[in-house]
Structure formats: structure tokens, C-alpha cells
């Protein structure tokens, strides 16, 4: 598939390395001829040190020609002018970045198709999601509702105290349990577990379930102490605390602690301010903090653009008490760290656009792909469709590629976990949990 990207930031930076990996012709342009020569130099790719706003550009990087025209440069109005040229020019799809809410409606999204702009992605609304989910569920790492719930998946790190410990997975769950464990991360490494693997202190685990509260698994992973959250401390007031406030439920309370009086005045003038107060001052401050009270605060999310900000302030945060902590990471050198320190919920919002964006390139009906920032991994949703190669056997003897496990489906509405005697038939949702390459490895199965 020949792909063109227009903008080498963050997030076009991490699709052409996603990209490049499944052996796809990429174009990067971008008018930083530096930052292109040390893509250029690490990656199988072809780049343009130019200006993607002119049409000769353009041509030059053979958009038109392009199957996928994507355009993730930091300026929204250049994102959609640029994507527009390309659909002239000849692009199949086309794909915009924004950072404006408006052009997410549903309404506008059609508005957008009609002048030549097939999707939009928005980053800040990914991640303001993921951020009001994971705050609900504080004793998770990860909370993932499939199909409005028929399926979940939670990722949880288990500890000292929780009964799976030690014991053969075949042990520790049944065919018949609401449960199945799809993938461990262990010091770094993303495992795909079979039924004589044992889970062991410090591991985060992924559990696909059929039970929409989870109960279960928060009682057998000993986290039935996590207090339900009531408050929540933000620090920093842009974008994605914005859209994260925005879907925060009615009966939490939140404090936003900015240094930039602009975005005070801004986000005061659209929050419920009878429970949302807007604080100008330096939330990095542990004084302030303890000041305003965050001994009673459940929750803590730092949305900085510093990721060592988010982290650091994260960790004093569980210093003074608070168990739930969600840190935004846009520099990979820390992710690593964050994870060691034990932060916990992590998030960035590069891995959740191309996410979003990886599923437009997929050949099988792909319904959703959501990227796991700490996981180096995917889950996506497959359609079964009449003849596929996945309808043919059962599971077992399918030869499914290592990559890979299926964790449940979804049939005629009703969520249904998936064993080695699954039979699957013409309209079920898939649910895969895929390793780096899995994806394209398991689409081949669904059509």
C-alpha cells in the first residue's frame, strides 16, 4: 500500500515507524530538512524535505497515487487544506488531524467527507477518553468496553496477595470462568500466555471478561481496598484536560491547577464551576498541592507538555497518598521510567491516534484498533464474514499465528469468551489481542 504522510511531529513520526514495520510505501514530508535526515537514516522510507502545503510538493511525493493520504502536521487549518489538495489530486482515502472538538461531531465528520477529507483523528479526544475511564476504574491500569460492554477488557498489576500467583494458568482459571488472561507484561516484555504460565508479582495482566463490573477479577486480584474516586487533581489546563473534563460524570469534583492565566480564564468559562474549580497556580508545587487538600484527592492526572513533569509530579502524588495516579507521555525515553516507578495509568496520545488511524489500512473488516501505550501491543476487532478461513475449523486447529490470541466475541449482541473449542460463524465480532505484527498476520484469517 503506498501511504504519504504530510507532518515528521510525534504522531507522524510513530505511524511512519508503525508503517515502515508491515513493509508499506511511505512518503514523509515535512519542511524540517533535519528532522528528516534522521528519519531518513533509520527507517526503509522515502522522505521530502519541503513544504506540504504546495501542490508541487504534493506531486512530488505522488499523493495523488497514494491509497492513504494522512496529514499530522501541529497546524489543524494546514491538515485539512493539505488533505483536500491530496483528494484532488487523486488520494483514495484521506486522513486530517485536528485538535478542534467541533470537527468530531458526527454532522461536521460528514461535512468534512463532502469537501475531500474521508476521517478526521483527534488526539486530545482519545486521550481525554481513556483518561475518564481510567478514572472511574482506579484499581485498573486498563479499562477497555467493547461493543458498549458486552466485552471488557482490564488490564490489572497484580501484587503481593493476589490469589492467581504462582499457579499454572489451567489451574487458575476454567473454561467455564468469566475470565480468560489474553497477554502479561513482565519487565518489559509483552507475553502471550499458555495454560502452564504462572503470573507473578509486578505483572500487569489483561483480562477479557463478559462480566461488565469486573468484580470478580478486582476481588481475585486483591483490589477490592481501592477507594471509589471522588476527587481528582489535574495538572496543567489544556486540551486534553479540557476534553477529559468535559466527559467527567456529574458527581465527581475536580480541581485543575494551571500557571498560564489565559487557559484559566478559558476553561473556567466552560466547565460546571460548582464542581470544577480552575486554580492559577503551580500544581508541581507539593505546598500548594497539600494546600488545596490532595490528602483527599483519589485521583491525580498530569496532561503537561513535559512528560518528566507528568511523571514526577505523578510520583509525589502516591508519595502523599494518592493511589490513582494517570501521567501523559509523549517522549518514549520515558516510558520505560514510568513504568519502573510504578507511576500507573499511562497514556500518550501519538500511540492512541495511530491506533485509530492503522485500521484504515487493514484489508480484513476491522471495526477498531485500539493501541496499548505500556503493552507494545493491539486489540482489534475482526467481523466474521461467510467463507472466511477463521469459520472453517475451531480455534485449536486453525494454526493461529503465535502473535495473537483471541479473547472473546461478540454474537448477536451477547458477549461470549472464546476457548480452543470455539466454532466461529458469519457475524461475530473478534476480539484479538496481537503482538507487534499480529494484526497483519490474523487479517489473512478473515477474509
Not at 533509520?42 to 494522512?70: H, V
Not at 468484580?215 to 474516586?229: A, G, L, N, Q, W
Not at 491547577?257 to 470544577?276: A, H, M, W, Y
Not at 484498533?369 to 482489534?380: G, H, M, R
Request: hydrophobic residues 40%; contains cysteine.
Amino acid at each position: 500500500m503506498k501511504i504519504v504522510i504530510a507532518g515528521a511531529g510525534a504522531v507522524g513520526t510513530h505511524l511512519a515507524k508503525l508503517f515502515t514495520r508491515e513493509k508499506h510505501d511511505i512518503t514523509l514530508i515535512d519542511s524540517d530538512e533535519s528532522r528528516m535526515q534522521s528519519i531518513n537514516a533509520n527507517y526503509d522510507l522515502l522522505t521530502l524535505a519541503d513544504d506540504p502545503m504546495n501542490i508541487s510538493t504534493l506531486r512530488e511525493a505522488e499523493a495523488g497515487k497514494a491509497d492513504l493520504f494522512i496529514s499530522v502536521t501541529p497546524d489543524e487549518a494546514q491538515n485539512l487544506s493539505i488533505s483536500m489538495l491530496a483528494k484532488q489530486l487523486g488520494a483514495k482515502q484521506t486522513v486530517a488531524r485536528v485538535d478542534n472538538y467541533e470537527f468530531s461531531i458526527p454532522r461536521n465528520v460528514e461535512l468534512l467527507k463532502g469537501m475531500g477529507i474521508d476521517s478526521v483523528v483527534y488526539p486530545e479526544m482519545l486521550a481525554g477518553e481513556e483518561i475518564c475511564n481510567s478514572i472511574q476504574r482506579s484499581w485498573t491500569r486498563l479499562w477497555l468496553p467493547i461493543k458498549g460492554g458486552a466485552l471488557t477488557l482490564v488490564g490489572v498489576k497484580v501484587r503481593k496477595g493476589c490469589r492467581l500467583l504462582n499457579i499454572p494458568l489451567r489451574e487458575a482459571s476454567s473454561p467455564d470462568s468469566p475470565y480468560h488472561v489474553v497477554a502479561i507484561k513482565r519487565r518489559g516484555e509483552t507475553l502471550i500466555p499458555h495454560g502452564d504460565d504462572c503470573l507473578m508479582e509486578r505483572d500487569v495482566v489483561y483480562f477479557m471478561t463478559t462480566d461488565p463490573r469486573a468484580e470478580y477479577i478486582k476481588e481475585i486480584t486483591e483490589k477490592s481496598d481501592y477507594p471509589e474516586v471522588k476527587t481528582v487533581f489535574f495538572l496543567g489546563g489544556g486540551h486534553i484536560t479540557e476534553r477529559a473534563l468535559a466527559l467527567l460524570p456529574n458527581h465527581l469534583q475536580a480541581k485543575v491547577f494551571e500557571s498560564n492565566p489565559q487557559k484559566i480564564v478559558r476553561l473556567s468559562g466552560i466547565v460546571d464551576t460548582k464542581r470544577i474549580m480552575c486554580i492559577n497556580a503551580d500544581g508541581r508545587s507539593l505546598d500548594v498541592l497539600t494546600e488545596e487538600g490532595i490528602q483527599h484527592a483519589q485521583a491525580f492526572v498530569a496532561t503537561t507538555s513535559s512528560s518528566a513533569t507528568n511523571v514526577l509530579t505523578c510520583l509525589n502524588a502516591r508519595k502523599l497518598g494518592v493511589r490513582k495516579t494517570i501521567a501523559m507521555i509523549d517522549n518514549s525515553n520515558y516510558m520505560s521510567m514510568a513504568d519502573n516507578l510504578d507511576i500507573g495509568t499511562i497514556i500518550d496520545k501519538k500511540v492512541l491516534a495511530a491506533g485509530k488511524i492503522y485500521q484504515r489500512i487493514l484489508k480484513a473488516d476491522v471495526t477498531s484498533v485500539k493501541s496499548l501505550t505500556i503493552a507494545n501491543a493491539d486489540v482489534a476487532e475482526f467481523v466474521v464474514h461467510k467463507g472466511s478461513k477463521v469459520t472453517r475449523h475451531q480455534i485449536k486447529d486453525l494454526s493461529l499465528p503465535s502473535l495473537i490470541t483471541l479473547g472473546g466475541m461478540v454474537r448477536k449482541g451477547k458477549g461470549v469468551l472464546i476457548s480452543g473449542s470455539t466454532q466461529l460463524q458469519e457475524g461475530d465480532i473478534v476480539i484479538a489481542f496481537c503482538l507487534e505484527g499480529g494484526i497483519k498476520k490474523l487479517e489473512h484469517f478473515f477474509y
